[in-house]
């Protein structure tokens, strides 16, 4: 994989000049990327109709057009939070890693949990690795290194955030409870949002994401849900090592991944069920 390369998803389009005139520095990069985006949920406005709807922007030059259509301005000058675009984790990295891209800089998305944001559950996360020529880092751009964190979000050591395969087959082993990795702690009122189920779709969120298409993070395909049989949970126990050995710069590892990925891959359309409010419906992978 050419991690330099945009992909359809972080590709700016017709907004590529905007990145020229960011600066060069990763930190400024995620100042900016901060600058535009506002979570959600943990923004602390509550969004509701179109503005929440926001969050449901597949493609980077999409996220790009709503700013430009609201602000105008380069994408540096500052934003009053109500103004930035309504988005999830997924949209901090993936912004995030398209400025990078454009600069020549080889970065992707890493998607896992997150031991951070809650002190009794671990919750659904994307955050980016760029090459700095000698290893891949990782960074949080949703967080901002001024704050009081207790490790460093420009260069995030093993332990605040663990990638979906790791947590796959640490529950699979018996050594994590899996009720509490996942997007939302406890049964809920539907749909259960944590779990082996949801840790498992997880897993091939890392996978796509890996290999090029950084889906969003409520989209699913294939034998992605709740059930599956233990032929699929079978299936993800190899994917799952094969991503940790992947990591670790096991080449055959992520050759094997590249040759099985077309046969797992969402082959053009993905079942999109939004917290947003929208109707859940198949959706074509089209920019």
């Known amino acids: 994989m050419d991690y330099v390369k945009q992909t359809p998803y972080s590709d700016p389009g017709e907004y590529a000049h905007l990145f020229d005139a960011l600066p060069d520095d990763i930190p400024a990069i995620g100042a900016v990327v901060r600058n535009l985006l506002i979570h959600y949920r943990g923004g602390g406005i509550e969004f509701t109709g179109d503005r929440l709807a926001e969050i449901d922007h597949r493609w980077v030059a999409s996220i790009i057009a709503t700013d430009q259509r609201r602000n ?54 994307v955050v980016a690795e760029y090459w700095n020529g000698e290893r891949w880092v990782m960074t949080d751009a949703e967080l901002d290194p001024a704050d009081n964190h207790p490790f460093d979000s420009l260069d995030m050591p093993a332990g605040p955030f663990l990638s979906a395969a790791e947590v796959w087959l640490g529950a699979r082993a018996g050594h994590l409870d899996p009720t509490l990795y996942g997007a939302v702690p406890g049964p809920g009122d539907g749909l259960t949002l944590n779990g082996l189920w949801f840790i498992r779709t ?86």
């Not at 020549?104 to 996360?125: K, L, M, T, W």
Request: aromatic letters at 10%; glycine letters at 6%; hydrophobic letters at 40%.
């Open 72 to 125: 105008g301005t380069p994408l540096a000058v500052p934003r009053e939070p109500f103004d930035r675009v309504v988005c999830c984790c997924r949209d901090y990295t993936l912004l995030f890693v398209s400025a990078l891209r454009h600069k020549g800089i080889p970065a992707r998305s890493r998607v896992g949990f997150a031991v951070y944001f809650n002190e009794n559950f671990n919750h659904d996360h």
């Open 202 to 287: 997880y897993v091939h969120y890392q996978l796509a994401h890996l290999m090029g298409d950084e889906l969003l993070l409520w989209e699913t395909w294939g034998t992605l849900a709740p059930t599956y049989t233990e032929a699929d949970a079978a299936e993800t126990d190899e994917l799952a090592a094969l991503l940790i050995a992947a990591d670790t710069g096991d080449e055959t590892a992520f050759k094997e991944l590249m040759s099985r990925y077309p046969a797992l891959a969402p082959n053009g359309r993905t079942l999109l069920t939004s917290p947003s409010g929208r109707p859940h419906e198949w959706v074509q992978l089209v920019r």
